[in-house]
């Protein structure tokens, strides 16, 4: 594979977008154990499920960077390689969030599940989104995608709306990235570590505390 593709291309079972951020994302993990990449932002010790079944973005972008925090218990520090995702603007179609807390006194686990988006018509709607990923499955579409370029130039800054670096968030100027200027991933099941936007549209939203582990897959 060439280190640009243009034009629609299309991918199943979207693995962290493709193989090389894999590789990618692995090479962070190493540049931080070397010393070469600072920690770049703060994550609770859980992480959480999303599946949807549409996102549609504008200006997509995706860089390796790492997460790092506590524990769920708080005593141990812990980092986590990811492959940040990010949209100018996105609109989400049924989408299911969810996150499981653990051996909760007198009720054992305990499951928070949210759901929004659920009509087709009225879906969540973001914008400067982010989503710092650690595993996703999809089918995934892209529009004029640039495959290997340097993190550093991630902003198309002759493209109204483009959007680069997550702010708070650091990656290697020279390090790998990729951008397009539209992605439509379907059939979405991802756990990621942190989910940030610049405004956050629930319609429908609903949010339920279930006892024992329940997920949105």
């Known amino acids: ?21 894999v590789a990618a994302t692995a090479a962070v993990g190493i540049g931080l154990a070397q010393g070469a990449l600072a920690a770049s932002f703060s994550v609770s010790g859980q992480s959480f499920k999303v599946s949807t079944d549409r996102l549609e973005g504008e200006n997509f972008v995706q860089y390796g960077s790492v997460a790092v925090g506590k524990d769920i218990e708080g005593e141990k520090d812990q980092a986590h390689a990811v492959a940040v995702s990010g949209f100018s603007d996105a609109k989400i179609t049924n ?3 969810s996150v499981v807390t653990p051996k909760v006194p007198f009720l054992g686990n305990v499951s928070l599940m949210l759901n929004a988006g ?5 879906p969540v709607v973001a914008t400067n989104l982010y989503l710092d990923v650690a595993e996703l499955d999809a089918d995934a579409d892209f529009e004029n995608i640039d495959i290997g370029v340097a993190a ?23 390090g790998f990235a990729q951008r397009a200027d539209k992605a439509v991933l379907t059939n979405v099941k991802q756990t990621a570590w942190a ?7 629930l319609s429908d939203l609903k949010l339920r505390l279930h006892t024992g582990v329940k997920e949105c897959f």
């Open 95 to 97: 989408m299911c969030q």
């Open 1 to 21: 594979m060439g280190s640009q593709v243009r034009g629609g291309t299309r991918w199943k079972r979207f693995a962290l977008v493709m193989v090389p951020s």
């Open 152 to 174: 550093g130039s991630l902003k198309k800054e002759n493209k109204p709306g483009s959007i680069g670096i997550q702010p708070g968030t650091q990656a290697k100027q020279g």
């Open 118 to 122: 659920t009509n087709p018509k009225k």
């Open 195 to 201: 989910t940030t936007a610049g405004t956050f549209k």
